[in-house]
């Protein structure tokens, strides 16, 4: 009997896949060593069922995506947990991920964890930034039950949601909240470093209203040098946007005359500090180089 499913984890050698009848392990078959091929977690893919017990993972469909490392296949929402603090909260940070996923064109939807331990004036310094981000299209939430109520609705049937986010910002936390039983272990955060440590040590999907949520290590720190260095202003939404307007096509937005985003910015009507970002983001691409706290 052959069926189809979705890969919801790997461990040492099994794949554990999701079918319409209920979850089956299997291994996979010899002629994907042979292609240099590992079916990945999130994978859609055909599998052959033993009535002895011995099941094979067959076939894999072409991916939508994968994104990563370790690699989760077929995304098709973010949900990045940014934290107010243990680790501070950063805007520097929170551009890194959004463009890294612009660039992948998977949405994104923000959730600022931690705003409880946050200071009075720090929650409000960051629900200012946060509203900014509203404004250009994103989805915030720093509320865990509202934000529960809408993934209720918003993760549709086989959609797969994964969660993104610096180490200790509070991922496997928020998965706990939201799935009683995932039980995923929780880390201290290092007072000096300013950060935590992995406590998620593979992919697994859970499912969830439909779909399923992954909790991954593959999302804590962003390499962006792969972005050509003209394309990157493509993946700031509001320079997008805006670029339409520019008189030279291709502008990047720094010197060049009649730039429709120059004119937005000294409006007040593009944040100074996305663009700063834009500009430090240009320079580590040209160098090459990742920012010290992500090393």
């Not at 052959?48 to 017990?53: A, C, S």
């Not at 931690?114 to 509203?131: G, H, R, W, Y």
């Not at 985003?261 to 691409?285: C, G, H, M, P, W």
Request: proline share 3%; glycine share 6%; aromatic share 10%.
């Amino acid at each position: 009997m052959i069926t189809e499913g979705i890969v919801i984890s790997l461990i040492a050698g099994y794949y554990d896949v999701m079918t319409p009848n209920g979850l089956v392990r299997t291994r996979a078959r010899g002629v994907f060593r042979k292609r240099q091929e590992k079916p990945q977690v999130g994978d859609l893919v055909k599998v052959q069922l033993d009535e002895h017990g011995t099941n094979y993972l067959i076939e894999v469909f072409e991916r939508k995506n994968r994104i990563g490392r370790p690699a989760v296949s077929n995304v098709s929402h973010v949900l990045l947990v940014i934290s107010a603090v243990e680790p501070d909260f950063s805007v520097n940070l929170l551009d890194r991920f959004l463009t890294f996923f612009e660039w992948q064109k998977v949405p994104v939807t923000i959730y600022l964890s931690k705003s409880d331990l946050a200071t009075k004036e720090q929650l409000e310094a960051i629900k200012s930034a946060l509203s900014y981000y509203e404004e250009i299209g994103y989805s915030v939430f720093s509320n865990k039950k509202k934000l529960e109520k809408a993934l209720l609705s918003l993760i549709k049937d086989n959609e797969i949601w994964t969660l993104a986010g610096q180490s200790g910002a509070g991922k496997s936390t928020l998965l706990n909240f939201l799935k009683e039983d995932a039980g995923q272990d929780t880390g201290e955060i290092s007072k000096s470093l300013n950060r935590g440590k992995h406590t998620t040590r593979s992919v697994q999907l859970f499912t969830y209203s439909g779909g399923f949520i992954a909790d991954t290590p593959g999302f804590s720190a962003i390499d962006l040098g792969p972005i050509k260095i003209k394309e990157l202003q493509n993946y700031f939404v509001e320079l997008n946007k805006a670029s339409k307007f520019c008189k030279f096509r291709g502008c990047q937005h720094i010197h060049e005359p009649k730039c429709e985003v120059k004119e937005l910015l000294s409006k007040n009507k593009i944040a100074q500090f996305r663009y700063d970002d834009y500009l430090a983001l240009r320079t580590e691409i040209e160098e090459q180089r990742l920012p010290e706290y992500l090393k």
